[in-house]
C-alpha cells in the first residue's frame, strides 16, 4: 500500500476547502518519504504544451535554510515595513483576520530556518531564461505547487507558499546554485503544525461568478 492509501483520508474538496497557509511550524523532522511524496503529487499537475519544466528542490541543510531565512527576512521587512503597525484590512478580510495573518509571517520570518523543510519551486528552460521566459513559466508551475499544497494537507502536513524571499534573482540563485537556464518561482516551508488545521475563508460566488458575460 502507498504513503498515500494509507494516510490520504480526506477527500478532494474537503482538503480543497480546509488548505490554509500553516506557517507556524514544528522543528519536527518530516520524514524523506512524506517530502518525496509531496514532490511526486506536484509532478502530476499539467504543463503548458507538456513540457514539464518544472523542477523541485528540498532544503535541509543548516546553512542553505539560513541564507533563504536572511533572504525572506529582508523581503518580508520590506513588504511588511508599511503593515506592521497598521495591517489594514480588505472588504472580505476582517482587520483581526489581517493582524493575524501579519502576525504569523513575522513568525515565520523568524523561525525559518528551524522550519523542517524548505520546497523551492523552480522552472528549468533548457536556454538562458529570460524575463518572458519566467513570467510565462508561472503559468506552468503554479499547478504543481497547488498540487503540493493539498498534497501537504491530506498527509497533515503544514505548508505555504511564499515568494518574498526570491525577490533577489541572483542571490536565490547562488544560494541553491541554480544554472541561468533556470528560475525559483515559490519557496513552501514543509513541516508539522503548532496550530490547528481549518477552512478557507473566501468571496462568495455571487462576487466572483457569472454566466455568459460579465456584469456587475
Ligand atoms: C503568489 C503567492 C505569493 C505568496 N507569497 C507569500 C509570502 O511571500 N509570504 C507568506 O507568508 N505568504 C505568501 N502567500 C500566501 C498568501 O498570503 C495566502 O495564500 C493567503 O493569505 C490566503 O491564505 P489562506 O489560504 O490561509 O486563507 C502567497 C500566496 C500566493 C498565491
Not at 505547487?145 to 511564499?162: K, S
Not at 513552501?188 to 503544525?193: F, K, S
Request: glycine share 6%; hydrophobic share 40%; with cysteine.
Amino acid at each position: 500500500m502507498s504513503l498515500t492509501d494509507q494516510q490520504n483520508q480526506m477527500g478532494v474538496f474537503d482538503t480543497m476547502y480546509n488548505c490554509r497557509a500553516m506557517r507556524r511550524l514544528d522543528t519536527k523532522e518530516v520524514p524523506e518519504a512524506l517530502l518525496t511524496e509531496l514532490i511526486n503529487a506536484a509532478n502530476q499537475a499539467p504543463s503548458g504544451s507538456n513540457t514539464q519544466g518544472a523542477r523541485w528542490i528540498i532544503v535541509r541543510d543548516t546553512k542553505v535554510k539560513q541564507r533563504l531565512a536572511e533572504l525572506n527576512r529582508e523581503g518580508v521587512e520590506t513588504y511588511l515595513a508599511p503593515l506592521i503597525d497598521n495591517p489594514g484590512s480588505l472588504s472580505h478580510q476582517s482587520g483581526d483576520k489581517r493582524r493575524r495573518m501579519v502576525d504569523a509571517v513575522v513568525w515565520q520570518k523568524e523561525h525559518m530556518h528551524e522550519i523542517p523543510a524548505l520546497i523551492i519551486a523552480c522552472m528549468e528552460f533548457g536556454a538562458p531564461a529570460t524575463n518572458d521566459m519566467i513570467a510565462r513559466g508561472n503559468g506552468s508551475i503554479w499547478p504543481g505547487i497547488q498540487n503540493l499544497l493539498l498534497a501537504a494537507r491530506a498527509l497533515c502536513l503544514g505548508a505555504a507558499p511564499t515568494t518574498l524571499a526570491l525577490n533577489d534573482r541572483k542571490a536565490v540563485a547562488e544560494a541553491l546554485n541554480l544554472p541561468d537556464s533556470m528560475a525559483a518561482y515559490a519557496l513552501i516551508p514543509v513541516g508539522y503544525p503548532l496550530g490547528k488545521f481549518g477552512p478557507v475563508t473566501r468571496k462568495p460566488l455571487d462576487e466572483i461568478l457569472r454566466f455568459d458575460t460579465w456584469s456587475d
